[in-house]
């Protein structure tokens, strides 16, 4: 018999862990990063794309270099963690359903993803990788109250690649979740990334990352 996976859990700031059901990312969130992935950088709706559950990695994890690629590519995001099942959310009601919140590194095979947008392909190969997804510990919402706003940066060897602001994003927490939840129902154990600010660009075998946002606990991974 073939053995059934385990699931992906995160730690939880106390002790607990999170375990992952599903994982969304949201594209071109913050106006300096559309701008640099030459995308217009007014408000469009939203857009969503998916990872893999076990494309999710803990702080600490030293993560292989992936295959097929020669553009491997850090975005910093902070990742809500969902706690409560709803769909059609209303904006006020958002943050009711988060359980938590972590730094989070949607890692981007970034020519495989060029590739497929070019060609009108789905992106899964340039972003629903193995190890795509570090996620840092969660703190509870209980504790964090609703993030609307606080730095948010990334170093690669201690020189700071990513730094920007959660005031900056385009589509807020509140407004992310009640559009997504209107595409999917959001149940306990769902992630979400919410986008990337700009300065996004590649890494190299024996980096060393370090994410950060205010309040909550760092992400740190090697690549190997
Ligand atoms: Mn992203």
């Known amino acids: 018999m073939i053995a059934i996976p385990a699931p992906t859990t995160v730690p939880v700031t106390g002790g607990n862990s999170f375990p992952v059901r599903r994982v969304y990312c949201v594209g071109r969130n ?33 993560i292989a270099y992936p295959p097929r690629t020669g553009d491997y590519q850090h975005e910093i995001e902070l990742v809500v963690a969902i706690g409560r099942r709803g769909r059609d959310i209303p904006v006020e009601r958002a943050h009711e359903f ?4 972590a730094v989070g590194l949607d890692m981007t095979r970034r020519d495989l993803q060029i590739e ?36 948010i940066s990334v170093t690669v060897n201690g020189e700071t690649r990513q730094s920007s602001d959660l005031s900056l994003l385009i589509w807020n927490v509140a407004e992310v ?12 154990g769902d992630l979400i990334y919410t986008g990337t600010p700009e300065g996004v660009g590649p890494v190299q075998p024996g980096d060393r990352l370090v994410g950060r946002i ?4 760092d992400l740190e991974v090697t690549i190997r």
């Open 214 to 217: 205010d309040g909550l606990a």
């Open 177 to 188: 979740i009640a559009d997504l939840s209107t595409y999917v129902e959001l149940a306990p």
């Open 98 to 101: 988060v359980f938590g919140y």
């Open 30 to 62: 913050y106006r300096a990063h559309a701008i640099e992935m030459g995308a217009d950088p007014d408000r469009e709706a939203p857009f969503f794309f998916t990872k893999p559950a076990d494309a999710v990695v803990p702080s600490g994890t030293t």
């Open 116 to 151: 497929a947008r070019k060609a009108g392909r789905p992106w899964d190969m340039g972003k629903a990788f193995d190890e795509s997804a570090p996620c840092g510990e969660i703190s509870p919402a209980a504790t964090t109250g609703p993030l609307t706003g606080g730095a």
